[in-house]
């Protein structure tokens, strides 16, 4: 097996501690770095700062490790992977800032285990600001985040080190990534304003929300990075892509049904936000009348209680939805698996590490 740098995944750990490490010092160096070039605009902007930090810290990586075994299917070397490393950070930036976003748009309390951002912008001001004013700073602040983190994105991307040609390159899927996940996120509000979502519309918002820029478009990025051919970028967007739904689909269930110790986020948020998700897609094609008053009564009720997930919870086993959406999740994860046994990845680590990610994304409780 191939030599590994340190603070690298290898086969057999694609996401370890130390590769999450590196990225993470990588964010935090850059974010050091912006916050002394606007050192000059005074002291108002470190809790901006500090929120920026901490936006960026404690995430699984996986856009990033994707990119990185990306670059190793192209024959990109571990010995040779500094600016590859920095490449992958910029997508955990452009992740950052879509989960700011999110939580403002889903009016979410939290994020791994932590105050959402819009909310600890308003904590910072709740004692000196006017009654609901401080709610509507940290919306306002929250917003401007993401937006600064997004255009950070860019910034380190460029900046990461590797030449003109090669940055063109990556660039056409670094791109992509960020104008499908914008795109994405549209169609998911819109979908929160129907009373009832197709299955096929359901699928559509999973696709560009999250499957492409999870797995489909890092791990183009990273092979761009190492001169891929056609063939293979062909090929590692046919394993992207049913990998990435299915990810998104255990997403969806853990909405529902994970425990918020181990998720970062309350459960049955997805409810209460009226989350159009291919589950609930089949809950509403499967379930009787009592079921859809059930459903009805939970999805967009911002107060919903304990009772009420459960609830559903009975809604989306006993109609056999969320059967029905673990058979999807199996099939798109065999269909990925059959993918990658045919890519044309010569490097034997590469193609184990993106296996072992396979399962990761897949068989989770997070």
Known sequence: MPETAAGEPSGHDPVPAAFRAT?????????????????PLGPDLEPLLEIARRAVTGGKCLRAAFAYWGWRAAGGSAAKSAALMRAAAAIELVHASALIHDDVMD????????????RAFAAMRATEAPVGAADRF?????????????????????????????????????DKLRREVVAGQYLDVL??????????DA????LYKSAKYTVERPLQ?????????????????SY????GEAFQLRDDVLGVFGEASLTGKPS??????????????RAYDKADAKQHAVLDAALGNARLEERGIAAVQDVLSASGALGAVETVIDELTSAARASLRQAPIEDDEARTALLTLTDHATNRSV
């Open 23 to 39: 990225i993470g010092e990588i964010l935090e160096s850059f974010v050091g770095d912006q916050g002394r070039a606007l050192a």
């Open 107 to 118: 009016a979410s309390a939290t994020r791994r285990g932590n105050p959402s951002a819009h």
């Open 138 to 174: 940290g919306t306002s602040a929250a917003i401007l985040l993401g937006d600064l983190l997004l255009a950070w994105s860019d910034e380190m991307f460029g900046e990461s080190g590797f030449r003109p040609k090669a940055i063109r390159r990556g660039r056409v899927y670094f």
């Open 191 to 200: 979908a929160q304003t129907r009373r009832r979502t197709s299955a096929s």
């Open 203 to 206: 699928m559509r918002v999973l």
């Open 221 to 237: 990025l990273g092979a761009a990075l190492g001169k891929a051919g056609p063939e293979l970028l062909t090929a590692l967007s």
């Open 240 to 243: 992207g892509v049913p990998l």
């Open 268 to 281: 049955g948020d997805d409810l209460r936000e009226g989350k159009r998700t291919l589950l609930v897609a």
